[in-house]
């Protein structure tokens, strides 16, 4: 298992946002946390990326409890994620973006960028044609030195998507990836979230209110229903599974 | 360091070379001497503020412990005076880690206040321990290099400005490095920066540190110049004087501070002729300067150059 959520409790005030909530993230797969408004599934992910803390419970990620490792910890041993309502550094440009996404995998020392020490030129080019390539990958080249903000909103979910690629993650957090965009540019999106996970072998867990999107390309899907997981499986047996049905269609009486 | 800063850069070189050449003016000498220290400060400030968004009240403690570590080191140790002013670097530097690891753990503006009280017992310290308590004390040595020791005015801005220059590139290989632009994503979003693996406190804690550093070496080449301290130089004062230059040169380039430093400092010489005005002027300038330039001069003339070019 490359993520094991064990009992993860959080409450905020007297709301319970999380209920001893568990369930497991294989190596290689595409794995849906679904559920209606006020789920916690956007919590879940925070705790899982270390921007939330939980008040009880553990996140395994690969094989090591992370519970009280910050972020930039957890992103070094090879996690990381989109956000819901994007957080692009917008006054970069989208090259630059993505040159920020790899950051951890270059070297870089106060001194060493300050004096120009030799290798640090040789760095920087070696992080632009690599961000180049991610930016082709994602089908952005054209945007390359326009300026985030300016980009549509669905360019601006594919670009965080780069961003994070950029880190070379084994797990991706997508949080509602396709929010904001129109049915093509979801089509597109589905089959870019699959050619990460066939090309790169990262492994994709995706935050996702699509229903068309999610059983089109999920593995497996864990539901949460006012804090807790009701349903947990592939999509066949999710669509059938009566629980789920009432939560999203409301109960019969 | 871009094309443009390179040909600023160079454009700076040649006037700190030609300017004590021309100008035989010790006065006019002196007041750029003492534009040129406050750059140095300045430069560390627009560093933190503009790129690492913090606010520092305190840099005139850093800048007292440059002045008076260097000073004692030389006068009562006997230490060459290069060796003297590492230590007050030193110094300083370590000073600002104490100092900033408390403080930037905390998110918000806690380092502008942690550094307004460490500013201030710095400058009681010095009131109440430094060499001469309030009335301070001379006889400081000149600065020298490989026994030679520098006593002209001429001299002596050259190798303030040079330092200024130095100082200067250093930054801007910094703000155009991987390091300069993980600060620009943090001010971006920090929560997405954290995610790509940025360690935003050690990231601030440097840069806090680096402005120190800066400080330090301002104090040091102060003391070295005038070879006279006295706490007065290093209060609150001097602070917020910092802070006015880098707001007003433009905190969002580094050529801001300079700009700032170079007018706050000439400014009240060139009002001398207003007599008893000048403080008036002085202040509705800045006033006035504040409400309708509010990004700082630099800035607003790169918009102005870009919109005709």
Known sequence: MLLQVRNISKSFGGLNALRNVCFSVREGE???LIGPN??????????????????????????????????????????????????????????????VGCYLKTRSGFFRSGLLLPGTKRDEREIYERSCEILDYINLS????????????????????????????DLLLLDEPAAGLNIRET???????????????????????????????????????FGEVIADGPPIEIQKDPQVIAAYLGEDE | MSRDDLIVILFLIATVILL???????????????????????????????????????????????????????LKLGLPVMISMVIAMLAAAIAAILLSVPALRLKGHYLAVATLGFGEIIYVILNEW????PS?????PYFSLLGYTLTSSQEYFWLIWGCVIIVMA????????????????????EVASVSMGIDVVRLKIKVFVLSAIYASLAGSLYAHYVTFVSPSSFSLFYSILVLMMVVLGGMSNLWGGITGAIIITLLPEVLRGFKEYDILIYGLILTLSLLFMRKGIVPLVIEAIRRRG
Request: hydrophobic letters at 40%.
């Open chain 1, 187 to 225: 089509r597109e999106l589905g089959e870019l979230i699959g050619k990460i996970r066939k090309e790169r072998g990262v492994t994709v867990l995706i935050v996702e209110h699509d229903m068309e999107l999610v059983m089109r390309i999920s593995d497996n899907i864990t539901v949460l229903n």
């Open chain 2, 20 to 74: 004590p050449l021309i100008s035989g003016s010790s006065y006019l000498l002196s007041v750029g001497i003492f534009a040129g220290i406050n750059a140095l400060v300045a430069i560390g400030l627009t560093i933190l503020m503009g790129y690492a968004g913090q606010v520092s009240l305190g840099q005139a403690g850093f800048y007292g412990i440059g002045a008076y570590v260097s000073s004692i080191m030389s």
């Open chain 1, 30 to 32: 595409i794995h849906a």
């Open chain 1, 38 to 99: 006020g789920a916690g599934k956007t919590t879940m992910l925070n705790i899982i990326s270390g921007i939330e803390s939980p008040d009880s419970g553990e996140i395994v990620f690969k094989g090591e409890i992370v519970n009280g490792r910050p972020p930039e910890k957890r992103a070094k041993k090879g996690l990381s994620r989109t956000f819901q309502h994007l957080e692009l550094f917008n006054d970069m440009t989208v090259i630059e973006n993505i040159m």
């Open chain 2, 130 to 133: 430094g060499p001469g308590g």
């Open chain 2, 170 to 189: 250093f930054s801007l290989n910094l703000i155009n490095s991987i390091t300069g632009r993980a600060l620009r994503a943090i001010h971006g979003s």
């Open chain 1, 142 to 169: 054209k945007r390359r030195d326009e300026m985030a903000k300016t980009l549509p909103v669905g360019e601006q979910r594919v670009l965080e998507i780069g961003r994070a690629l950029a880190t070379e993650p």
């Open chain 2, 136 to 140: 301070g004390f001379g006889d400081i």
